[in-house]
């Protein structure tokens, strides 16, 4: 079955430095793509990078990079450089292919928090 | 600026009654997914509508039912409200050929 697994609950990083967001996937389609959204208080999810499951390259977005390794089925989410702006909920969702309907399947969350 | 706009953002409903959430999609996307998130979850999909017709649907019961308008904007039905609806509905619009999904701001729900 397919599922998502966040298992940081919360997290702290001193600002300007780096942090990691783990996050790990199950499916059985080999087809299917991985997607980091930010959640602030206001509650929009802001998309911040997508990687496909066939992508040879890790995807990296501005200061957000995702460390893709299929073989352990973790798509883990770099932030450098921290700011205090980051401090958010930040989400890992999976899309199965195109014939799912295109719907997302979303973690738990884990909730960042940035410290000046 | 993504675009996708919903309403109202707050809504407060009495167990029994019964809502429409609406949401205007992004200027060109044809498929528009809901979502419900309750307070310190994940989304969780509701369902997604393509050119006007219902194009999957996630563990819901058929009290949950939507529209999709020849303009691409959608209405989330909620019928016989229950307290556990109480959640944040997300709409979320996109093309179908392309993997991501534009959130609008969310309609924040509570059933008393």
Known sequence: ?116 | ETGVTQSPTHLIKTRGQQVTLRCSSQSGHNTVSWYQQALGQGPQFIFQYYREEENGRGNFPPRFSGLQFPNYSSELNVNALELDDSALYLCASSLETEYEQYFGPGTRLTVT
């Open chain 1, 1 to 116: 079955a397919q599922k998502i697994t966040q298992t940081q609950p919360g997290m702290f990083v001193q600002e300007k430095e780096a942090v990691t967001l783990d996050c790990t996937y199950d499916t059985s389609d080999p087809s299917y793509g991985l997607f980091w959204y930010k959640q602030p208080s206001s509650g929009e999810m802001i998309f911040l990078i997508y990687q496909g499951s066939y992508d040879q390259q890790n995807a990296t977005e501005g200061r957000y990079s995702l460390n893709f390794q299929k073989a352990r089925k973790s798509a883990n989410l770099v932030i450098s450089a921290s700011q205090l702006g980051d401090s958010a909920m930040y989400f890992c969702a999976m899309r199965e292919g195109f014939s799912q309907g295109g719907k997302l399947i979303f973690g738990q969350g884990t909730e960042l928090s940035v410290k000046p």
